[in-house]
C-alpha cells in the first residue's frame, strides 16, 4: 500500500534551517509529482511547494520565495524541503503528499511538526 | 482565486443530513476537492473533480457544482463524520478556510 513517512521535524530557533524528508513507498514514485502541504495549529491546510516526477520542475508559495527548496531522489524514493531562515510563522505540521488528478492529494503522510521558537 | 465555505459551523444531530458549501471566487470549472480531517489526524480525500468519490469513500458522501458554487452533502450523518471539512481548487492548490460538522 501506499506509504509516505515524514522526518526532520522539530523545535529551531528563528533564522535557523531544518531539512525535512520523506520516504515514500507502495507506488511507482519517479513518475508522480510530489507536494508538501503544511497546517499551522487552527488553521486551514497550506500548499508549501511541488517537484516534478523528474525533478526538473519546481514551485514554491509566495510566502516562502527564497527560503526553501524541494529536491527530490528517485532512486531513493525520497523527497525533500530545506527551509531557510525560518520563522515564528512556520510553525506547523508539515505533510508530504502525493499528487493526483494534477491537483489533488489522495495520499498524506502522517506529518512533522516544526516548531521555530526561541 | 478564493475559496469561501459557508457555514463555519454546523451542527447536526446523527441520521440528519448536512449540506456544505464552497464558493470560488471566479469559475474553476469542477476543478474541486473535499478533504475530511479529524483532530491529530490528516485529511482525508473525499471527493475530487467536484463529483467523484476517492477510493473507499461510503456512498453517503457526495459533491455537486461547478463553476463557482459546489457542495458537498453527507446524506445520513455517522458518528464517525463529525469533523472539519475542507473544499480545495487547483490553482495554487487553494484550500478553503473549513466548515465544522459538530454533534448538536
Known amino acids: 500500500q501506499v506509504q509516505l513517512v515524514e522526518s526532520g521535524g522539530g523545535v529551531v530557533q528563528p533564522g535557523r534551517s531544518l531539512r525535512l524528508s520523506c520516504a515514500a513507498s507502495g507506488f511507482p514514485f519517479s513518475t508522480y509529482t510530489m507536494h508538501w502541504v503544511r497546517q499551522a495549529p487552527g488553521k486551514r491546510p497550506e500548499w508549501v511547494s511541488f517537484i516534478s516526477p523528474d525533478g526538473r520542475n519546481t514551485y514554491q508559495a509566495d510566502s516562502f520565495r527564497g527560503r526553501l527548496t524541494i529536491s527530490r531522489d528517485n532512486s531513493k524514493k525520497k523527497v525533500f524541503l530545506q527551509m531557510h531562515n525560518l520563522r515564528s510563522e512556520d510553525t506547523a505540521v508539515y505533510y508530504c503528499?502525493?499528487?493526483?488528478?494534477?491537483?489533488?492529494?489522495?495520499?498524506w503522510g502522517q506529518g512533522t511538526l516544526v516548531t521555530v521558537s526561541s | 482565486i478564493e475559496l469561501t465555505q459557508s457555514p463555519v459551523t454546523l451542527s447536526l444531530s446523527p441520521g440528519e443530513r448536512a449540506t456544505l458549501s464552497c464558493r470560488a471566487s471566479?469559475?474553476?470549472?469542477?476543478?474541486l476537492a473535499w478533504y475530511q480531517q479529524k483532530v491529530g489526524q490528516a485529511p482525508r480525500l473525499l471527493i475530487y473533480?467536484?463529483?467523484s468519490r476517492a477510493t473507499g469513500i461510503p456512498t453517503r458522501f457526495s459533491g455537486s457544482g461547478s463553476g463557482t458554487d459546489f457542495t458537498l452533502t453527507i446524506s445520513s450523518l455517522e458518528p464517525e463524520d463529525f469533523a472539519l471539512y475542507y473544499c480545495q481548487q487547483r490553482d495554487n492548490w487553494l484550500f478553503g478556510q473549513g466548515t465544522k460538522v459538530e454533534i448538536k
Open positions: 503528499v502525493r499528487e493526483d488528478g494534477g491537483y489533488y492529494f489522495q495520499y
Open positions: 473533480e467536484a463529483s
Open positions: 471566479q469559475s474553476i470549472s469542477s476543478h
